[in-house]
């Protein structure tokens, strides 16, 4: 059973960078769609980034977009999220997700069976 750990997060203020790292062990990521989410307190998980069939289709939310990078490297087992220009509003625990979903459906959380524990994200003002 693949096991997704995610690490990178922490506190940095507007403008910055960071970048997030998600490795799957006990497995591959080899067949998966490898999915970024965040969460805020009291909002649903929240579809950011995924990347599939390796890195030809990397797919943004528009609140992302110009902004933040998904890769990954299939050799390391690991997807990174790099993130640039970050927000305050950026702020929230970053889960990173693995799974097979169907076309039209890899905005959704239900997609994807295997999850992180998550990282803190957290942009100051």
């Known amino acids: 059973q693949v096991q997704l750990v995610e690490s990178g997060g922490g506190t940095v203020q507007t403008g910055g960078s960071l970048r997030l790292s998600c490795t799957a062990s006990?497995?591959?990521?080899?067949?998966?769609?490898v999915a970024w989410f965040r969460q805020t307190p009291g909002k649903d998980r929240e579809f950011a980034a995924t990347?599939?069939?390796?890195?030809?289709?990397?797919y943004y939310a528009d609140s992302v977009k110009g902004r933040f990078t998904i890769s990954r490297d299939n050799a390391k087992n690991t997807v990174y999220l790099h993130m640039d220009s970050l927000k305050p509003s950026d702020t929230g625990v970053y889960y990173c997700?693995?799974?097979?979903?169907?076309?039209?459906?890899?905005?959704?959380?239900?997609?994807?069976?295997?999850w992180g524990q998550g990282t803190q994200v957290t942009v100051s003002s």
């Open positions: 997700a693995a799974g097979r979903p169907i076309l039209g459906s890899i905005r959704q959380s239900s997609s994807y069976g295997y």
């Open positions: 006990g497995g591959t990521f080899s067949g998966y769609t």
């Open positions: 990347i599939y069939l390796g890195n030809k289709y990397p």
